[in-house]
């Protein structure tokens, strides 16, 4: 293949590529072998820590030069002398003290964690979706968590099952706080993941694609989430393609270019056979 037909292709993992418990879409391990094998680049960009992100690579069977991770504040690089394979290549990183003060002024209940630049995370309650076992990680007084300079804050709130909490739902409530010099994603209903100001996906990927050397119309995207938003505006401002899942929220589906199934029918697998025409 050509370095002008070359795709980089970059697949979000929760909603996307893996289910709620942890088992692949139908049918990706295959597409994306298929898809590797006809010479394009297929890399991850999730909110995941690389911690809670190597596992899935693996089990893919892919070795890209560059994982993003951390919702785009961490570039994973390939280095064989690691025993994951891979090593810290770019960390950003900002203070969280005037965020978390003004979280924790309305939302004193939630479950609060920082993740920092060496990738170790500190929390204040175990939640078992973190996957707090596979990594370095400490359980902490929210007042350690201040001070620090970290690449993410993630908050996680029970009471906000969906269905709202005292009249709110979780999303007003974010807007009402007014966060400001930060780049946050409500995920699902009641998790705020919230990265450094100006920093998302779609900023560690632009980097990676310039690393690779792949023209910006040749770069795909495929996620579900509010925190995936970002990289699909990015793909196509580019002239790239972003696919999305079915079943996701209408302002996700508003800036794709495409759409594929869920991730349950193996919406990734339909999305990349489409790409290679089989």
Known sequence: MTAAGRKLIALDLDGTVVLEDETFSPGVEDAVRRTVEAGHIVTIATGRSWEATSHILHGLSILPEYVVCSNGAAILSRDATQETGYARHTTETFDPTEVLTLLHEHLPDANYLVELADGTRLYTHFVDDWGLQRETARRVEFEEMKGQQVARVVVVSPEHNGEGYEGVDFIDLVEQIGLHHVSYAVGWSAWLDIAPKGVDKS????????????????????????????????????????????????????????????????????????????
């Not at 495929?222 to 580019?238: E, S």
């Not at 696919?243 to 270019?257: G, L, N």
Request: charged share 20%; glycine share 12%.
């Open 203 to 278: 900023t560690a990927l632009e980097q990676v694609r310039q690393w690779q050397e792949i023209a910006p119309a040749d770069v795909v995207v495929i996620g579900d989430g509010r925190n995936d938003i970002g990289m699909f505006r990015w793909a196509k401002q580019h002239g790239g393609r972003a696919f999305v899942m079915a079943d996701s929220p209408e302002e996700v589906v508003a800036e794709s270019t495409d759409a594929t199934g869920a991730v349950a029918d193996g919406g990734v697998a339909q999305a990349l056979d489409q790409l290679l025409g089989a």
